[in-house]
Nanobody, 123 residues
Framework: QVHLVESGGGSVQAGGSLRLSCIVSGYTYNSGCMAWFRQLPAKEREGVAAFDFGAGSTLYADSVKGRFSISQDTANNIVYLQMTRLDPEDTAMYSC????????????????WGQGTLVTVSS
């Protein structure tokens, strides 16, 4: 059974950086997709970035392109989200998610989720 645990959230000033970690257990890295989403209260989850293990490719939301980077450390079973040039609009609960097929940035494609880690960006 796949289990995801996020960490690395916190408070940062605008322009700063954070690196989120998603520790993965029970997952096969030769296929499937790991993705990061974010959500504000009473709003829909927004797909931020995804890593396709089969194709070795990445996918990013337009709002984070050039600022966020998703990567994997298969030796330690961790998927990272490096976030730079943070803006107050990046404030949200960030969660990682997994699926066995191709990558999408729509939450409805994913059935396995972590609990999330909160990121707060102040101006």
């Amino acid at each position: 059974q796949v289990h995801l645990v996020e960490s690395g959230g916190g408070s940062v000033q605008a322009g700063g950086s954070l690196r989120l970690s998603c520790i993965v257990s029970g997952y096969t890295y030769n296929s499937g997709c790991m993705a990061w989403f974010r959500q504000l209260p009473a709003k829909e989850r927004e797909g931020v970035a995804a890593f396709d293990f089969g194709a070795g490719s990445t996918l990013y939301a337009d709002s984070v392109k050039g600022r966020f980077s998703i990567s994997q450390d298969t030796a330690n079973n961790i998927v990272y989200l490096q976030m730079t040039r943070l803006d107050p609009e990046d404030t949200a609960m960030y969660s990682c998610a997994a699926r066995s097929g191709s990558c999408y940035l729509a939450a409805s494609w994913y059935v396995i989720w972590g609990q999330g880690t909160l990121v707060t960006v102040s101006s």
